[in-house]
């Protein structure tokens, strides 16, 4: 089934310790994307990558890294999470650019207290 | 700064009503303008999209209307059932500079009630 696969589904974490959001298509994508959707504020993309080892800062990328060593993987890194990330999370998916259908995760809610 | 305007933010609709959705761009640049459409737990996934070149296109009970000289678009959603109650997000795409991204409204939450 093609899919994109986030890890974990809830998390709750305290100010400054660093995680990891995992993210994985088996749909053989080029292009993924990490966004944050917020009430009132809709979906921002945080971090995007056009192939492997080329990441890309998105509108809201304060505070989050990338990495793109794999093509399948996508992982998001909070070094040092602070409140204001508290945050629904979402990786998606598209072959090529984004000017096509965009195949999204489930959704990661993180809580930062 | 939001580049998509998405109004209203949230849509009571009886069954069998029509639900009508309305965004709006300032970037001419922007050529491509899907909908995602999202219900709770789940994340966003395409409903229906549309290019420029077109003023509608119609898919089931889903249509979208684009009006290229007033930067503006709309989703209909006719004989309105309770199982589209979900989120709806407009989106237009941006690619130049070598940026690729799509850029998102704030999303309608739509209730259809029997």
């Known amino acids: 089934e093609a899919q994109v696969t986030q890890n974990p589904r809830y998390l709750i974490t305290v100010t400054g310790k660093k995680l990891t959001v995992t993210c994985s298509q088996n749909?053989?994508?080029?292009?993924m994307s990490w966004y944050r959707q917020d009430p009132g504020l809709g979906l921002r993309q945080i971090y995007y990558?056009?192939?492997?080892?080329?990441?890309d800062k998105g509108d809201v990328p304060e505070g989050y890294k990338v990495s793109r060593k794999e093509k399948r993987n996508f992982p998001l890194i909070l070094e040092s999470p602070s409140p204001n990330q508290t945050s629904l999370y979402f990786c998606?998916?598209?072959?090529?650019?984004?000017?096509?259908?965009?195949?999204f995760g489930q959704g990661t809610r993180l809580t930062v207290v | 700064q939001q580049q998509v305007k998405q109004s209203p933010q949230s849509l009571i609709v009886q069954k069998g009503g029509i639900s009508i959705i309305n965004c709006a761009y300032e970037?001419?640049?922007?050529?491509?303008f899907p909908w995602y459409q999202q219900f709770p737990g789940k994340g966003p996934a395409l409903l229906i999209a549309?290019?420029?070149?077109?003023s509608e296109k119609k898919e089931g009970r889903f249509t979208i209307s684009f009006n290229k000289s007033a930067k503006q678009f709309s989703l209909h959603i006719m004989d309105s059932q309770p199982g589209d109650s979900a989120t709806y997000f407009c989106?237009?795409?941006?690619?130049?500079?070598?940026?690729?991204?799509?850029?998102f409204g704030t999303g309608t939450r739509l209730q259809v009630f029997p």
């Open positions: 998606a998916s598209s072959f090529g650019t984004a000017n096509t259908e965009a195949f």
């Open positions: 749909m053989n994508h080029e292009y």
């Open positions: 990558s056009m192939n492997v080892e080329v990441t």
């Open positions: 970037n001419t640049a922007f050529d491509y």
């Open positions: 549309i290019r420029p070149d077109v």
């Open positions: 989106a237009a795409y941006r690619g130049y500079y070598n940026t690729d991204k799509l850029i």
